[in-house]
């Protein structure tokens, strides 16, 4: 455990700080996350699960979040929860469709915790995270899924992704404060290998009609074109993205759209990649 500690302390050393706002703990949250997958990926021969294979939220303390996403028989996962600097004892659980809990474990004193994982059955899997305590009334946590012999992409592509597309979020705060804390998810981690192009995500719940909310996404360096949208769950409209810099960002006002969307988001054919998706709303 101490050898994860010191890479932590590291690998977050990697990444370009802001202000202590919510941006720093966003990415202090997912920089742990990280670190200890690295650990894995060394030492055991782990890569990243194909998709979206991280994301980042603003929990209260009390509060869980669920994530059901899809699990092959047979095959070895490792699911790590990780909080910010406030957080001391995470839950991270993994049930299935009858809630038979698979794996479980609770952090006492630490912002991370991991499970191992390998189902019996292919089929859709709840990991349910939930925030036990901190020192803040709430806080900034990640989920990140690896899977044996997953997709391969290097730390300097994700420290490249985090550096560019948070320098990026941060110019726009130039201009309009950002709320991270209202949106239920505020970062997706996508890893992509060479055959595939795209991932998505489904409804979205975006918590205020009145905030204009917006999607940007960058990828790293293997990325030669890169597309992302907003799809309307109820009239099948699919907003389209425009190019912010090196980036793509979609933006809308979900009282003149919808409140519960999804996102999908495609990129050229070329070799394993790694894309990361700011959601925010002003």
């Known amino acids: 455990m101490r050898r994860f500690v010191l890479k932590i302390i590291l690998l977050f050393s990697t990444f370009s700080l802001v202000a202590q706002g919510d941006m720093y703990y966003v990415k202090q949250s997912l920089a742990t996350a990280y670190a200890i997958a690295q650990g894995f990926i060394s030492e055991l021969g782990y890569g990243y699960y194909s998709g979206i294979s991280s994301l980042d939220m603003l929990l209260k303390v009390g509060n869980s979040f669920v994530l059901t996403t899809y699990f092959d028989a047979y095959e070895n996962y490792i699911i790590i929860a990780a909080g910010d600097e406030d957080v001391t004892s ?81 110019l726009f705060e130039q201009s309009s404060p950002l709320h991270y804390g209202g949106v239920e998810i505020c970062y997706y981690g996508i890893t992509l290998d060479k055959d595939e192009n795209g991932a998505g995500f489904n409804d979205i719940d975006l918590l205020s009609n009145d905030d204009i909310y917006f999607f940007y996404a960058r990828g790293d360096m293997s990325v030669t074109s890169l597309e992302i949208g907003v799809r309307n769950n109820v009239s099948g409209e699919i907003l389209t993205d425009k190019k912010i810099g090196d980036g793509k960002m979609v933006m809308f006002k979900p009282a003149y759209y919808a409140k519960n969307v999804n996102f999908y988001i495609t990129k050229q054919r070329f070799e394993p990649a790694y894309i990361g998706v700011i959601e925010a709303s002003v």
Do not use: W
């Open 90 to 170: 995470l839950k991270l659980e993994v049930l299935d469709s009858t809630y038979y809990v698979y794996a479980s474990d609770q952090s006492q004193g630490e912002s991370f915790i991991g499970v191992k994982f390998s189902p019996f059955r292919s089929g859709n899997y709840k990991v349910k995270m939930t925030l036990v305590a901190g020192t803040e009334s709430k806080s900034y946590c990640s989920l990140l899924i690896l899977k044996e012999n997953g997709v391969k992409v290097s730390f300097n592509s994700i420290a490249y992704v985090f550096d560019k597309i948070f320098y990026d979020a941060h």
